[in-house]
């Protein structure tokens, strides 16, 4: 599965599950500070965040299987993500997020996308799990190439979850 997105990222791409979002701010303020206030929604597997340092258009290619070539791509780190049952994952840029999660307590279905402007961007048919997501980025010096100036590659990678255990009779030597 090999999907193929240009996104304008307001200079922050994120990258979210629909239903943590609405979860998480359904009784939380939103925090306005960057990185700080979405700092808890990455720890918890609701969101990917990539600060791009542009508002310029990115190409973004989301795979569930290595890429072909990515030798020349640096490397943007490793996130883990949980995707819910029936859940829709949104790629949007920060102002977007941010309206989003302020004005309509993370419920997206709440927010109007514009397609000419702000279009609805999707990952479709990722499985259920948690998954280890690696994030790969290359700047393009021409924008005529294809249409963007940053070229960046997600690989999803399915990942069991270990069980919590409990540890009782603790000793500290």
Not at 54 to 61: F, H, Y
Not at 134 to 153: I, P, R, S, T, W
Request: glycine share 6%; hydrophobic share 35%.
């Amino acid at each position: 599965m090999n999907q193929d997105f240009n996104v304008s990222t307001e200079g922050v791409l994120i990258l979210v599950g629909q239903s943590g979002l609405k979860n998480y701010y359904q009784d939380k303020p939103f925090d306005y500070d960057y990185p700080e206030g979405i700092l808890p929604l990455l720890n918890q597997g609701i969101a990917l965040v990539i600060t791009t340092e542009s508002g310029d258009e990115i190409c973004l290619k989301v795979t569930l299987v290595a890429p072909p070539n990515i030798s020349d791509f640096q490397d943007l780190g490793t996130y883990q993500m949980e995707v819910h049952p029936q859940d829709t994952l949104y790629l949007l840029d920060h102002a977007t997020f941010t309206q989003i999660c302020d004005g309509h307590q993370g419920d997206i279905n709440q927010y109007e996308f514009d397609d000419t402007y702000n279009p609805r961007v999707t990952l479709q048919d990722i499985p259920p799990g948690w998954y280890r997501v690696q994030a790969y980025g290359k700047a393009l010096d021409d924008f005529e190439e294809k249409e963007c100036y940053l070229e960046m590659v997600f690989v999803f990678t399915s990942i069991d979850q270990p069980a919590t255990t409990v540890l009782h009779d603790v000793m500290a030597i």
